[in-house]
């Protein structure tokens, strides 16, 4: 049974930045959409980012656009998102989901979820 899990959330001051990581275990990533998805308290769940299966084309919400990266390095089975001048509105629990041979689009449906990580920004 595969698996996804993420790590490198945290609390950072405004303007600091954090690496989220999303690993796999049971699959390779290499032939999944990844998507980066937040849901803050009160509010929807936001898709921030997503890379495709193939050619990895890539795409970011315009919120974190200019901010936000996600590499993909399928030798160590992981995507990640790198976060940069971070805002106290991106606190929120960040998502990662996998989505088989599927191109860059975040959907609604997904193969795996991890468990969340949670984003503090304050000062």
């Known amino acids: 049974q595969g698996q996804l899990v993420e790590s490198g959330g945290g609390l950072v001051q405004p303007g600091g930045s954090l690496r989220l990581s999303c690993a796999a275990s049971g699959f390779s990533l290499a032939y999944y959409e990844i998507g980066w998805f937040r849901q803050a308290p009160g509010k929807e769940r936001e898709g921030v980012s997503c890379i495709g299966s193939s050619a990895g084309s890539t795409y970011y919400a315009d919120s974190v656009n200019g901010r936000f990266t996600i590499p993909r390095d399928n030798a160590k089975n992981t995507v990640y998102l790198q976060m940069n001048s971070l805002k106290p509105e991106d606190t929120a629990v960040y998502y990662c989901?996998?989505?088989?041979?599927?191109?860059?689009?975040?959907?609604?449906?997904?193969?795996?979820w991890g468990q969340g990580t949670q984003v503090t920004v304050s000062s």
């Open positions: 989901a996998a989505d088989y041979l599927n191109p860059c689009d975040l959907g609604d449906e997904y193969d795996y």
